[in-house]
Each structure stands twice: as structure tokens, then as C-alpha cells.
């Protein structure tokens, strides 16, 4: 008697697989879940986990159910209701940079102060321990409570990047990079192209590795280095259109919020884009933080709270593995850069 055998050769390989924005789980909160405004403007997570919620009625503690709010009713040291910025610092403080002045929050025993720099602050970054410097009307450097302006910068400032060597500023008209290393800070000053001129600088984003500052502004997004000095930039989508942030998340991936888009890009695809079509309204972010547990949190200018987390991959197989006939998924790991697949299949 004839006997047959059928052989079927296994062959395991572990596919590299980067996510896509749309795998991504949305939730929103607004008014009527108790946030005190739906014009949210910044976004903080203390040393505790809560998230807070800086709006231009208040600020908001989140501990995932509930808002607490406070005010100027219920704070007499929180120096206005607008909220243009939240910064937590080295300690564990959070930093309120409103439109008539500047607060500081003690998170652990909910106590405010007020700091005496006044008029609109948009900005606060920790230049080393102790050490801050505020955008304002100016630019001011503080610490142990000492508060000096630096008188080389005479420009409303409205936003700070760190970088490994010192701090880049930005006005309406100039760029001014800040050593963090002198005690007495040193100002180099750079002036903005004419495209950029006299237009709002909602955000900077520092690109170490190809040593480029990014500038978002109010008429499109430009980037900067020392050797080429201004242009437009061609990297990230947001030319001729308002761009408001730019993150860089841990796994790599990009988010850029500019008028009515929300782009992504992780770092071996192209870009994708959120808009209208996917929401119900026009996206208009105008602060993107990455907390803890990875999900990104936004803040809408106009419709509250939104979080975005992953969810399931629908798109996990590249193409030449799906024409295989007999696919088995043996397991799932997730990466820095994305997920791991680990395949076999029968041929």
C-alpha cells in the first residue's frame, strides 16, 4: 500500500508593523461632563497622575471622572481665568502663565501664588533647577523668587524651546537664543524672514538631530538653522495654514495641529491627516500633551477635552504576507517604534 506524506514547511518571521492615527480610540469631555469651559488652551499631568486643564474659564483638575475647578473666585492668588499656559516643573509645581500674570500651583496641598511678572505670560520653561525664564512682555529670568528682566530682549516674547545647550525665544519680528550655561544670560538674536514677520508664533519645536528650530506661526510653519537662517518648511504639512503645536511622542511619531487638520506621521510613514470628515467638527488643537500611560491628550479651542489612546490594529499585515494562503499570528508585542508581529505561515 501506497503511503503519502504532506509536509508542510513552517517558516516564522517577526514583521515590524507601525500604527496608523485611525487606530486610535477617541473620547471627549466638554461643558456638560463639568469642564468649566470648552475653550481649552493648555494641558498639564502633575507627579500624581491628574490631569489639569488650563481654560479660559478656569483651571481644571481631571482624575479621569471628575473636573474640579478653580478660579478666581475660589483662588484669590490665581491671577486670571484665561489660561495660556500650564508648565510643570523639576519639583512637582505647576507653573499658570494667564493673561494678567503669573501663578504657581502647589499640586500636593492645592495652594496658589502669585509671581510678580504681570500682563499676559504665554510661556515658562525650567532652564536648569531653580532656574526659569517667562515669556511676556519680555523676557524675564527667575529664581529664589528673584525676578530680572533681560533688557536685551525689548519684544513682547510668546514662546520657548529647550534644546541641550540653551534656550530659543520667540517674538513677532526676532529669534533669540539664550545659553543656559552663564549666569548672566547671553542673547543672540536672529530676525524672522519676511514671511514670518510680525505674524503670531504659536509654537517652536527643536529637531536635535538635524539641528532645526520649527515655527509655527499664524501664516504657516517655517524652520531655522544657524547656517541657512529662515524658510518654509516642506517637512511637516501646514504650509500657508495656521499651525498651533507640534509633538513628538515616545514611540517617535509626529503631531502637528494646524486650521482644521490633525496630522500624524510615525516614523516610517507617511503623513496622515484628521479633519472634519472625522470628527464632527473642524479640528483646532492648541496643545497636545503625552501622558504617562501613552495616550495623547488635546486641547480644543473650542469643543473641551479630547484623548486619544490606542485601540486594535486593523492594519497589521503587510501585503506580500496577506497573499500567503494559511497565515497564523503567533503573538503581538508592542515596541518603542510600533507593534511586533511574530507570523508563521504554511507553504
Not at 211 to 228: M, N, P
Amino acid at each position: 500500500m501506497a503511503r503519502w506524506f504532506v509536509c508542510a514547511a513552517i517558516l516564522t518571521i517577526t514583521v515590524q508593523v507601525h500604527g496608523s492615527v485611525h487606530d486610535y480610540d477617541l473620547k471627549h469631555w466638554t461643558s456638560q461632563d463639568g469642564l468649566s469651559s470648552q475653550a481649552v488652551r493648555a494641558l498639564v499631568q502633575d507627579k500624581n497622575g491628574y490631569l489639569w486643564v488650563g481654560t479660559l474659564s478656569g483651571l481644571n483638575r481631571f482624575d479621569g471622572k471628575k473636573f474640579t475647578i478653580f478660579n478666581t473666585r475660589n483662588q484669590k492668588n490665581l491671577a486670571s481665568n484665561a489660561i495660556n499656559r500650564l508648565y510643570l516643573d523639576s519639583s512637582g509645581r505647576i507653573w499658570i502663565g494667564t493673561r494678567s500674570g503669573l501663578s504657581l500651583l502647589n499640586p500636593e496641598t492645592l495652594t496658589f501664588e502669585k509671581v510678580n511678572i504681570f500682563g499676559e505670560v504665554t510661556d515658562v520653561i525650567e532652564m536648569s533647577p531653580g532656574r526659569f525664564l517667562v515669556a511676556a512682555n519680555g523676557l524675564f529670568s527667575v529664581q529664589d523668587k528673584k525676578i530680572t528682566r533681560l533688557t536685551s530682549v525689548t519684544t513682547p516674547v510668546s514662546q520657548l524651546e529647550k534644546t541641550e545647550d540653551g534656550i530659543w525665544a520667540a517674538s513677532s519680528t526676532e529669534l533669540f537664543f539664550i545659553k543656559q550655561d552663564n549666569k548672566t544670560p547671553e542673547v543672540k538674536k536672529y530676525p524672522l524672514f519676511e514671511d514670518a514677520f510680525r505674524t503670531v508664533v504659536n509654537d517652536l519645536y527643536w529637531n536635535n538631530k538635524e539641528q532645526t528650530l520649527y515655527i509655527a506661526t499664524e501664516s504657516g510653519l517655517y524652520e531655522f538653522t544657524r547656517e541657512k537662517g529662515n524658510q518654509e518648511s516642506g517637512d511637516i504639512p501646514g504650509e500657508r495654514r495656521a499651525v498651533y503645536r507640534i509633538h513628538k511622542d515616545r514611540s517617535g511619531a509626529l503631531w502637528v495641529s494646524s486650521d482644521g487638520i490633525l496630522a500624524y506621521r510615525n516614523p516610517l510613514n507617511e503623513w496622515e491627516n484628521i479633519n472634519d470628515e472625522h470628527l464632527d467638527h473642524k479640528p483646532w488643537f492648541l496643545d497636545i500633551l503625552e501622558a504617562k500611560d501613552g495616550a495623547i491628550w488635546l486641547a480644543s479651542s473650542g469643543e473641551g477635552l479630547y484623548r486619544a489612546e490606542e485601540g486594535n490594529v486593523a492594519r497589521i499585515m503587510p501585503q506580500d504576507v496577506l497573499e500567503k494562503k494559511s497565515v497564523v499570528l503567533q503573538q503581538m508585542r508592542k515596541a518603542s517604534f510600533g507593534w511586533l508581529l511574530d507570523i508563521s505561515w504554511v507553504s
